[in-house]
């Protein structure tokens, strides 16, 4: 009933919000695509996505099969693996913006170095224009960075938007300049801080500026200000500030690039699979019963 060809294809829709989207990544006709899902919504007797002309959404009973499809995938495919005795070898020079890797981010490397013993990981973690500049050097052969709404280089993997955060119950006081925590520039987290603030009249100070997120944290949960971060890899104690104007951009998307230079690796390859397929787990966290 639940078959695995099925169930990719359900969980490429669910990725994409699209069935158009979902087909073009998987190499397949949009009927096909929209064919599975049918025939899984006609095994199980429920309806997985709600879908109108705009938007295609999970029904309750499809977001509940997500966890299930995954693991059912993923078991199909490192059974495969085994049985075909598919060994990857060789090193990947994977760059990592900062804010990824405090998530489930590890999670999947782990899970990734389980099924390919034979790879190698060189992971060098920085600001994502840091990680983009390594690239470009050819000092990295994959990078997992921030991109600017509106621009289209690399893979799209999630989007997610910009809040400002603090500590629990903190209320910024406006008749004072507004103190900010930030990465050092350039930083798209700090431009959409400045821009709001700026757009908004409001006076401001920069009161700590730090590289890490430990650094970032720590300064936020010491009171030195607010900081605009990406909403869904908040650390557990910061928490999004009402008062504050939107960030300016407000969105921003989490892509990966592969180097220019050459072509795509067997291991790059599983590695980018890997965590396209994890999409929901880096945005959620590796939280029980997900």
């Given amino acids: 009933m639940l078959d695995p060809v099925l169930l990719r294809s359900f969980l490429a829709v669910e990725h994409y919000r ?46 509940a099969l997500v966890r299930f499809a995954r ?28 804010d990824l890797v405090s998530q489930a981010l590890p999670s999947i490397l782990l899970e990734f170095r389980r099924a390919y013993p034979q790879v190698d990981l060189e992971l060098n973690i920085g600001l994502s224009d840091e990680v983009h500049a390594e690239l470009r050097a050819d000092r990295l052969d994959l990078a997992f960075v921030k991109r600017r709404p509106g621009t289209r280089h690399g893979q799209l993997v999630f989007e997610d ?24 520039p350039p ?62 951009p407000s969105s921003i998307e989490f892509i990966l690039i592969h180097s220019p230079r050459r072509a795509q690796t067997p291991p790059e390859r599983a590695l980018t699979r890997a965590i396209v397929e994890n999409t929901y787990r880096l945005k959620h966290g590796d939280r029980p019963g997900w």
Avoid: M, N
């Fill in 187 to 248: 930083g798209l987290s700090r431009e959409s801080a400045l821009a709001a603030l700026e757009h908004a009249g409001l006076d401001y100070r920069i009161t700590c500026t730090t590289k890490g997120q430990l650094g970032l944290r720590a300064a936020v949960l010491a009171g030195l200000g607010f900081v605009v971060h990406s909403e869904s890899l908040l650390p557990p104690d910061l928490y999004p500030v009402p008062g504050l104007p939107e960030p300016r």
């Fill in 71 to 98: 693991t059912i995938v993923d078991a199909h495919d490192e059974a495969v693996r085994f049985f075909d005795g598919e060994q990857l070898s060789g090193r990947i020079r994977f760059g990592v913006s900062e």
């Fill in 18 to 63: 699209s069935f158009s989207q979902a087909a073009r990544q998987l190499g397949l006709r949009q009927p096909t695509v929209s064919g599975h899902v049918k025939k899984l919504e006609s095994a199980l007797g429920r309806e997985l996505f709600v879908r109108d002309t705009h938007s295609v959404t999970l029904s309750t009973d499809g977001a």
């Fill in 161 to 184: 938007r910009f809040v400002w955060a603090g500590p629990a119950d903190a209320v910024p006081d406006l008749t004072r300049p507004v103190p900010i925590v930030t990465y050092p």
